[in-house]
């Protein structure tokens, strides 16, 4: 049944379906795409797309994830033996397949860690989480965040909030959509930038925050695992840079004219912080006792999200490198496909496999010539966490990044220069994960 289900989802929109095949339409896509970098005299799509990032150069990209490959790979081999070890010893007597490993790989997280999602919850609730995150906003930024009572929302559960900056002016305003509900928005959390900030529009920065956590209920607040965490101060922090400009003008305020693998540095920096364990215990309180998270369980909590994550480190590698190579050659995809797989990735390839045509990043989103920029961000945050402490990272970061819109490259790019030193060679990154 793992196999089905796994089969099903990898080769969907391939050629299990003659009506549904993408294969000839993305085939369509690349072409018209390499049509379009040649009229402005680029040799591939690849290198246009480059002329709206801080790498520069699609050379520049690839040399740097292929630094990180052969690390990674035996990171990942020596874990995938531990895996199956596990698996063989609680009687799965097959060689472990891509289908196989989500469950295995869960339970035997759960086998080493003990972690109960209920009781990692019952330390989250919602209500704690924003008041800290947003005295968090505070002490970073020397931002006010209020509820704008009275303001027109659509639906009972959505609230409206205003910065104000130290001088308690208005700067920013924004929506917070955060409970789940089925059949009138989807289960993705989304960021959905309004108008920016411009000085001659008079117009200040607008923000929509949407999430899909677990309602309250009579007895008991919103509690959210700790993956909710995660992703509600990522999306938050990629929120900030947004609403925090200090830029005048509208086409260069906020994530305007920032460039692509850059963009995604504030939200990782923001998520980071919970890396800190005094951050962590600061947002949790117990729904009965009141007490926060213990020592033992934060402890178990940063292993386990490290569990396998070599595996997770070589998937995005894939895809960032896949993504690009797809727009710089012109065989067909498949066989391009198989290439990189080949070279990246520890199982061999399954015939009925066609996941590039459900990739929806880099054929219907933004992400052509530019998935890497996930990974990307990652990295640069990583490799200057080795030199200063998370929070004085997170004071530095959203104090270059936010107020500079359209200017951040070069200013950027000259402070990763100077604060990086030894450890900006990529091979130090997967360490990050051990």
């Given at each position: 049944m793992r196999r089905d289900a796994w089969q099903a989802f990898v080769g969907?929109?391939?050629?299990?379906?003659?009506?549904?095949?993408?294969?000839?339409?993305?085939?369509?896509?690349?072409?018209?795409?390499?049509?379009?970098?040649?009229?402005?005299?680029?040799?591939?799509?690849?290198?246009?797309?480059?002329?709206?990032?801080?790498?520069?150069?699609?050379?520049?990209?690839m040399t740097s994830l292929s630094e990180l490959t052969l690390p990674s790979k035996v990171k990942c081999q020596s874990d995938l033996v531990e895996l199956q070890d596990f698996a063989n010893k609680s009687g799965f007597n097959e060689d472990l397949q891509l289908w196989d490993m989500a469950y295995w790989r869960r339970k035997q997280r759960e086998a080493n860690f003990q972690i109960s999602e209920s009781e990692v919850q019952s330390y989250f609730q919602y209500p704690v989480i924003l008041e800290q995150l947003f005295q968090l906003c505070k002490d970073l930024f020397n931002v006010t965040i209020k509820e704008s009572?009275?303001?027109?929302?659509?639906?009972?559960?959505?609230?409206?909030?205003?910065?104000?900056?130290?001088?308690?002016?208005?700067i920013a305003g924004f929506y917070l959509d955060p409970y789940a509900r089925p059949g009138q928005k989807g289960l993705m959390p989304r960021l959905e930038l309004g108008q920016s900030k411009s000085v001659a529009a008079g117009s200040l920065p607008l923000a929509s925050l949407l999430f899909s956590f677990q309602p309250p209920n009579a007895s008991n607040p919103s509690l959210l695992t700790y993956e909710d965490v995660n992703v509600f101060f990522e999306k938050f922090g990629s929120s900030m840079q947004h609403l925090l400009t200090t830029m005048p003008y509208g086409?260069?305020?906020?994530?305007?004219?920032?460039?692509?693998?850059?963009?995604?540095?504030c939200g990782s920096t923001m998520r980071m912080l919970l890396q800190s364990p005094v951050v962590l215990k600061r947002l949790s309180r117990h729904i009965d006792t009141g007490k926060e998270i213990p020592d033992d369980l934060v402890r178990r909590l940063y292993q386990s999200e490290k569990h396998l994550s070599s595996l997770d480190l070589l998937s995005e590698m894939y895809f960032g490198i896949l993504d690009l190579s797809l727009y710089t050659k012109t065989d067909f995809w498949l066989d391009i496909t198989k290439d990189v797989w080949r070279n990246m990735m520890p199982f061999a390839l399954d015939k009925r496999d066609s996941h590039p045509c459900g990739f929806a990043h880099i054929f219907i989103g933004p992400y052509a010539a530019g998935y890497y920029t996930f990974l990307w961000s990652e990295v640069r945050f990583c490799l200057l966490k080795c030199n200063v402490s998370v929070i004085q990272l997170g004071k530095s970061c959203f104090s270059m990044l936010d107020g500079r819109g359209g200017r951040l490259c070069r200013l950027w790019g000259s402070w990763l220069h100077q604060r990086q030193?030894?450890?900006?060679?990529?091979?130090?990154f997967p360490g990050y994960f051990s």
């Open positions: 969907r929109a391939g050629f299990r379906d003659a009506d549904l095949n993408n294969s000839l339409i993305i085939e369509d896509i690349r072409l018209m795409r390499s049509k379009e970098a040649k009229l402005f005299g680029y040799e591939n799509y690849a290198e246009l797309s480059m002329e709206t990032k801080m790498a520069r150069s699609v050379k520049h990209v009572n009275g303001a027109l929302v659509w639906h009972r559960d959505v609230k409206r909030y205003q910065i104000f900056d130290e001088d308690d002016r208005e086409d260069i305020s906020g994530t305007n004219n920032v460039e692509w693998d850059a963009l995604h540095v030193g030894a450890a900006s060679n990529w091979k130090a």
